[in-house]
């Protein structure tokens, strides 16, 4: 059967087998119908079949009237952020994220160059029967613009963030190992690092667009990375995903510094300078709130995804956020995951610091995360979390994204997946054996209801 993932960033799906020219047509139309006129900044990720994608989605979209400006293969944020500083009326970003070869998407945008809310994706999607037959005359048709302006721009405001001192950055000559996984990373990260006056061992850095490891930047997948940056002594390991919104780094011991602490590192930095609210999702570590403490700030939490985080952020007039699998949002550049932003605030960080990285992670609160997953078969999702939040009702719960429960010594988060009958369990505490066996205890507990 297909395989075609459809939710409030886009669509998603194998190539050849989900993801095919028609369904490529029939969402870029709806879409196209749903902003109505202007200019669509296009943009993708490395993967081989991006070249395929793109002109599909480029043929449709001026077939449509619109202007089409392509910048080419870049980050994710390189085309929300293009979309922004040009004015234009949407973007799509063409890439699968942390998703293996096969697999890729249409990453739609909005006006102000971010993730179309629930509410914009509602009308889109019902848009889409009515949207098929309706294209310009050979007159009418959109204008294609190639542009490189767009990731030039990118890289030179993102080096000239407020707080970031880039001559104090080149004077530590930094010395890192730079894991691109042969994605857009590639095209940006190694030269951007050798601007602060880093030294760059580059590590899957080929412009080839074939991922030599599963992409997404876990530990169990960084084991190459995590060994070049001890053999090399580097200072840390840079790690991004293959369209470069998400931040993973590894310590100059070879460990994990753990995704969370990227956005913990991150906030800490921002609240350092300036007093305001911080925005995380429900699955984020409470260091983050520890910190907001420290310096007499608050900390707002949304639902998982990044459209939720920045609606959050923006209620609530945030000044950092992001979510725990390494997203840091910074709004002084724009609203949206940003790993050019945040190798400039860790940089900046670290070098104020004086110290090593893994120095500097025992200068964060330390917390422990266990992750489970409990397949349902014909069980409804929805009946198992009902049930869970009849039984903690008494406690402080969250039930804006399945049920978040806060105890004093962990919390944990139950969340249904959207793609499968499935629970994830997510649960964090001071004490990683704690946080495994209570992990253990709720698993239990809902094998226990059906």
Same mark, same amino acid.
């Given at each position: 059967?297909?395989?075609?993932?459809?939710?409030?960033?886009?669509?998603?799906?194998?190539?050849?087998? +989900?993801?095919? $020219?028609?369904?490529? %047509?029939? *969402? #870029?139309?709806?879409?196209?119908?749903?902003? =109505?006129?202007?200019? /669509?900044?296009?943009?993708?990720?490395?993967?081989?079949?991006?070249?395929?994608?793109?002109?599909?989605?480029?043929?449709?979209?001026?077939?449509?009237?619109?202007?089409?400006?392509?910048? +080419?293969?870049? $980050?994710?944020?390189? %085309?929300? *952020? #293009?979309?922004?500083?040009?004015?234009?009326? =949407?973007?799509?970003? /063409?890439?699968?994220?942390?998703?293996?070869?096969?697999?890729?998407?249409?990453?739609?945008?909005?006006?102000?160059?971010?993730?179309?809310?629930?509410?914009?994706?509602?009308?889109?999607? +019902?848009?889409?029967?009515?949207?098929?037959?309706?294209?310009?005359?050979?007159?009418?048709?959109?204008?294609?613009?190639?542009?490189?302006?767009?990731?030039?721009?990118?890289?030179?405001?993102?080096?000239?963030?407020?707080?970031?001192?880039?001559?104090?950055?080149?004077?530590?000559?930094?010395?890192?190992?730079?894991?691109?996984?042969?994605?857009?990373?590639?095209?940006?990260?190694?030269?951007?690092?050798?601007?602060?006056?880093?030294?760059?061992?580059?590590?899957?850095?080929?412009?080839?667009?074939?991922?030599?490891?599963?992409?997404?930047?876990?530990?169990?997948?960084?084991?190459?990375?995590?060994?070049?940056?001890?053999?090399?002594?580097?200072?840390?390991?840079?790690?991004?995903?293959?369209?470069?919104?998400?931040?993973?780094?590894?310590?100059?011991?070879?460990?994990?510094?753990?995704?969370?602490?990227?956005?913990?590192?991150?906030?800490?930095?921002?609240?350092?300078?300036?007093?305001?609210?911080?925005?995380?999702?429900?699955?984020?570590?409470?260091?983050?709130?520890?910190?907001?403490?420290?310096?007499?700030?608050?900390?707002?939490?949304?639902?998982?995804?990044?459209?939720?985080?920045?609606?959050?952020?923006?209620?609530?007039?945030?000044?950092?956020?992001?979510?725990?699998?390494?997203?840091?949002?910074?709004?002084?550049?724009?609203?949206?995951?940003?790993?050019?932003?945040?190798?400039?605030?860790?940089?900046?960080?670290?070098?104020?610091?004086?110290?090593?990285?893994?120095?500097?992670?025992?200068?964060?609160?330390?917390?422990?995360?266990?992750?489970?997953?409990?397949?349902?078969?014909?069980?409804?999702?929805?009946?198992?979390?009902?049930?869970?939040?009849?039984?903690?009702?008494?406690?402080?719960?969250?039930?804006?994204?399945?049920?978040?429960?806060?105890?004093?010594?962990?919390?944990?988060?139950?969340?249904?997946?959207?793609?499968?009958?499935?629970?994830?369990?997510?649960?964090?505490?001071?004490?990683?054996?704690?946080?495994?066996?209570?992990?253990?205890?709720?698993?239990?507990?809902?094998?226990?209801?059906?």
């Amino acid at each position: 059967m297909p395989t075609l993932m459809v939710s409030i960033s886009g669509i998603r799906g194998i190539v050849g087998d +989900g993801l095919d $020219p028609q369904v490529l %047509v029939k *969402y #870029t139309s709806a879409y196209a119908d749903f902003i =109505g006129n202007g200019t /669509i900044v296009i943009g993708r990720d490395a993967r081989i079949t991006g070249e395929m994608v793109k002109s599909v989605v480029t043929g449709t979209l001026l077939a449509k009237g619109f202007n089409v400006i392509d910048i +080419g293969i870049c $980050p994710t944020p390189t %085309v929300q *952020y #293009t979309v922004k500083t040009l004015g234009a009326q =949407g973007g799509i970003a /063409i890439s699968a994220s942390h998703n293996p070869n096969e697999w890729n998407a249409l990453k739609l945008l909005n006006g102000t160059g971010q993730f179309m809310t629930p509410e914009e994706n509602i009308k889109m999607l +019902g848009l889409l029967d009515s949207s098929k037959s309706k294209f310009v005359s050979w007159e009418k048709l959109g204008q294609l613009t190639l542009s490189e302006e767009g990731l030039k721009r990118h890289v030179n405001d993102a080096m000239h963030l407020k707080y970031v001192n880039i001559d104090q950055i080149r004077k530590r000559k930094f010395k890192l190992v730079a894991d691109c996984v042969n994605g857009a990373g590639a095209y940006v990260i190694p030269d951007f690092l050798r601007q602060f006056g880093c030294e760059v061992i580059e590590l899957d850095c080929e412009k080839t667009g074939i991922f030599t490891r599963l992409p997404e930047p876990l530990p169990e997948n960084l084991t190459k990375t995590m060994k070049a940056v001890s053999e090399y002594k580097a200072d840390l390991g840079i790690v991004v995903d293959p369209d470069v919104d998400r931040l993973v780094l590894i310590s100059n011991d070879g460990s994990p510094f753990g995704e969370e602490n990227t956005i913990a590192m991150a906030i800490n930095f921002i609240l350092s300078k300036e007093k305001g609210n911080s925005v995380v999702n429900l699955s984020t570590t409470r260091a983050v709130d520890d910190i907001a403490k420290k310096y007499g700030c608050k900390v707002f939490r949304s639902a998982i995804g990044e459209a939720n985080v920045v609606k959050k952020m923006k209620e609530v007039n945030a000044i950092i956020g992001g979510e725990g699998s390494g997203g840091i949002i910074y709004p002084a550049l724009h609203y949206g995951r940003d790993a050019l932003v945040g190798i400039a605030l860790i940089l900046q960080q670290l070098t104020e610091y004086g110290g090593s990285i893994a120095e500097f992670k025992k200068t964060l609160p330390s917390y422990f995360i266990a992750k489970k997953k409990i397949v349902l078969g014909n069980i409804n999702p929805d009946d198992i979390i009902k049930k869970l939040i009849v039984k903690y009702s008494k406690e402080n719960i969250n039930i804006e994204d399945g049920l978040r429960i806060d105890f004093i010594d962990h919390w944990v988060h139950f969340r249904k997946s959207n793609t499968e009958p499935i629970i994830r369990i997510i649960t964090e505490a001071k004490n990683e054996n704690l946080a495994e066996q209570l992990s253990s205890k709720y698993y239990d507990e809902i094998k226990g209801m059906f």
